[in-house]
T-cell receptor
Framework: GAVVSQHPSWVICKSGTSVKIECRSLDFQATTMFWYRQFPKQSLMLMATSNEGSKATYEQGVEKDKFLINHASLTLSTLTVTSAHPEDSSFYIC?????????????FGQGTRLTVV | AQSVTQLDSHVSVSEGTPVLLRCNYSSSYSPSLFWYVQHPNKGLQLLLKYTSAATLVKGINGFEAEFKKSETSFHLTKPSAHMSDAAEYFCVVSYTSGGSYIPTFGRGTSLIVHP
């Protein structure tokens, strides 16, 4: 089956530093990747949609300068949380959609738990 | 805009009794529907999916769901709950044509299983 690998699975960082999260599609090419954020005991909220080779589309209320998304290849997208603050602590999950139209679902990574201290 | 509504924030059952988690979607297009499970501090695991084939879909761990277009529903069921089923369940909708292909999540239903 299609596998999406997200790394790291958890990270603790100091306030003011930046953290990069990687999302890789291991056995398929993903033209589109999605980044979600999940607050404790809440659902997943879409942050942005990234297409390979173009700028990401951010959802309303998501700061594009704070959450930098790069989708440089068909198998890799990165989310960088810049100048992290404690309120950025959350669970972040990426999802990748196969470029093959027969695959209807997006495949999810295991998520990254970010704690900013 | 597409949306998905999970009618219950919490469902509590006794071990060995049936499970019903409700999900309704809104759309003018034919959807693809999914159920995911998330155990505490873990990622998402796909339970089952509906993609315009058979309306009764069987998934992993004894779960199944039935797509009912007339009711715009995709409820998740299991005949007999197990303690290990206690988790958060998300209903997700997306589209291959017409509507948005971006997966949209319901708010989630927390399944509590009592011994």
């Amino acid at each position: 089956g299609a596998v999406v690998s997200q790394h790291p699975s958890w990270v603790i960082c100091k306030s003011g530093t930046s953290v990069k999260i990687e999302c890789r599609s291991l056995d398929f090419q993903a033209t589109t990747m999605f980044w979600y954020r999940q607050f404790p005991k809440q659902s997943l909220m879409l942050m942005a949609t990234s297409n390979e080779g173009s700028k990401a589309t951010y959802e309303q209320g998501v700061e594009k300068d704070k959450f930098l998304i790069n989708h440089a290849s068909l198998t890799l997208s990165t989310l960088t949380v810049t100048s992290a603050h404690p309120e950025d602590s959350s669970f972040y999950i990426c999802s990748a959609r196969d470029r093959e139209p027969v695959r209807t679902e997006a495949f999810f990574g295991q998520g990254t738990r970010l704690t900013v201290v | 805009a597409q949306s998905v509504t999970q009618l219950d924030s919490h469902v509590s059952v006794s071990e060995g009794t049936p499970v019903l988690l409700r999900c309704n979607y809104s759309s003018s297009y034919s959807p693809s529907l999914f159920w995911y499970v998330q155990h505490p501090n873990k990622g998402l695991q796909l339970l089952l999916k509906y993609t315009s084939a058979a309306t009764l879909v069987k998934g992993i761990n004894g779960f199944e769901a039935e797509f009912k277009k007339s009711e715009t529903s995709f409820h998740l069921t299991k005949p007999s709950a197990h303690m290990s089923d206690a988790a958060e369940y998300f209903c997700v909708v997306s589209y291959t044509s017409g509507g948005s292909y971006i997966p949209t999540f319901g708010r989630g239903t927390s399944l509590i299983v009592h011994p």
